[in-house]
Structure formats: C-alpha cells, structure tokens
C-alpha cells in the first residue's frame, strides 16, 4: 500500500470562483445573573459581518459597517426603540421560562436566531429561525410546514403556544418570504464593496513534533466559504483528518485549520516524498 505524501512541498490555490448565497441574521442573547455581562444583546450580521450592535448597557443601536453609518438618524433611532422593545421583551421571557422550569436564582441563557439566504443564481431563498434556552436547542421554524417545531420534550409548551398564536405564524411566513429577503438584497447592494470583496487566504503547514499532527492553517481570507483538503496520490485523502471550524479575525476575514495524524513510522517509510494540499473556495 503506497504511503502517504510527506512533503507537503506543494500548496495549492483554487480561489477564483466564490459563492453567490448571502445571508441575513439577526441574533438575540438574553441572560441572567452573569457578572459583568449586558442582561441582553442583540447582533445584525449580513453574509457573517456584523453590521449592528446592541446592548442593554449602552441601549444604542450602534452600525458597525461603514455603508450603515451612512443611514439617516431617523432609522437608528426607530432601531434603537425597537431593540428596547425587544430587550423588555426578552427579559420577560427568560423570568417565564424560569418559572415555567421552577428555577430561582443562577445563569440562565435564553438565544434566538433568525434570518433568511438567497441564491443570486438561481434566486432560490430560504428562512431559518431557532431558540434555545440554557444551551438546550428549543424551537426550529419549519420552512415546509410553516410552523415552529419542538426538539425537546420540555419545549412542547412553547411550540403549542406559538403556533396557536395565527397573526405570529402569518407575520413569519411573509417575513422569511418577502421581508427578509428584500432587506437582505438592500444590504448586500448597499455594502457590495465590502460584502463581494474576495482576499485569498495566506496558507502555512507545520508540524511541532514527529509525533503531532500536521497542521495546514489558512487565515486572512475572504468570504468564508474556504476547504481545505490533504491529497494523496493526487486525490482528496480524508482518513485521520481533523477539520476545525471557519472562525472570524479581527479584520474581518476568516481563518481555518485542518489537522493531519501522520505516524512517525509513516514518517520514516516515505521520507522524501512530495505531498500536497488544496485550498478551494467554495461554490
């Protein structure tokens, strides 16, 4: 059986077709009893940038983009009273949920996220919601059905009482087929000099010691729809392969990295062979 390529003298770089799906989120966080921590914070984030912050310490909707700095007074003001709305909102329905589950003092975490994509090729869109209460995930929103499904037991309460409610399921529907969407599309023209901008990803492989694992770390790219794939003998080799998750730089690109266990025995038998690795946008 031929061994793995060891080299790793050959990096290369498929980085010129990027995706074309853009999304909007809206993320809601409320807690209690957290030292040093804002009772409740929301985040807007456009094709995983964020684009605006709020907090309960500072109740102010603050842009965090340049193209949403240049929104009118007007609008930040209704976001901020609308954020207020939801900040009291939320705050209330962590103090039901605790009474629901019979919990008195101690953390407790309730989050919600929201939103929709859509395909510029093929216009196809889609909305996506979830709530999750102390780490536990609550509530889906079914596209297919239009309603919102429980994933545990001890959520049944909720989904009951959302999907009685028939003016909640008819604002979610139009909202995740037309509202969102088209805010979506107003953001992405709005901060298409940033949002379609594409940075290729600075791409390093190391290895501390012959017994731990190679590591190829890509960072500094931009979107982030990034792969990083270990050949072997020419194709994808995938076994004792550790892919770590996207994650976010201060700058606002992306950084990634996959790890390979290679045997100091598999070290020894195939020193000097060439091996390679592909750093792939995605489509």
């Known amino acids: 059986m031929k ?7 050959g990096i290369g770089h498929l980085y010129e077709a990027f995706g074309v799906t853009h999304s909007l989120k809206h993320f809601y ?7 040093n921590f804002p009772e409740f914070v929301f985040v807007g984030m456009v094709d995983d940038v964020q684009m605006v912050h709020y907090d309960s310490n500072s109740q102010k909707a603050v842009p965090k983009q340049d193209w949403m700095k240049q929104t ?18 939320f705050k209330a329905e962590v103090a039901t949920l605790k009474q629901h589950f019979n919990q008195s003092g101690g953390v407790h975490i309730l989050q919600y996220m929201y939103g929709c994509s859509r395909d510029d090729e093929t216009e196809q869109t889609e909305g996506f ?11 889906e929103y079914d596209m297919k059905t239009l309603t919102w499904k429980s994933r545990k037991q001890q959520a049944n309460f909720m989904q009951d009482e959302w999907n009685r409610d028939i003016s909640r399921l008819g604002f979610w529907k139009i909202y995740f087929s037309q509202t969102c969407i088209d805010c979506l599309k107003k953001q992405v023209d709005n901060g298409k000099s940033t949002l379609m901008r594409t940075v290729p990803p600075s791409v390093s492989v190391l290895q501390k010691t012959p017994s731990s694992p190679v590591t190829c770390h890509a960072t500094g790219f931009y979107p982030s729809g990034v792969m990083v794939s270990w050949q072997k003998d020419g194709q994808d080799h995938h076994e004792d392969v550790e892919n770590g998750e996207t994650l976010p730089n201060d700058d606002g ?12 025995k598999e070290w020894k038998n195939n020193k000097g062979r060439q091996g390679s690795l592909v750093v792939r946008a995605l489509d």
């Open 3 to 9: 061994g793995f390529m060891l080299m790793f003298m």
């Open 253 to 264: 690109t992306f950084q990634k990295s996959t790890h390979l266990t290679v045997t100091p």
């Open 29 to 35: 966080t409320a807690s209690s009893d957290i030292p």
């Open 72 to 89: 009118d007074a007007e609008f930040w003001e209704k976001e901020r009273e609308n954020l207020f709305y939801s900040q009291q909102s």
């Open 129 to 139: 919601g979830q709530l999750g209460y102390n780490g536990e995930n609550f509530l």
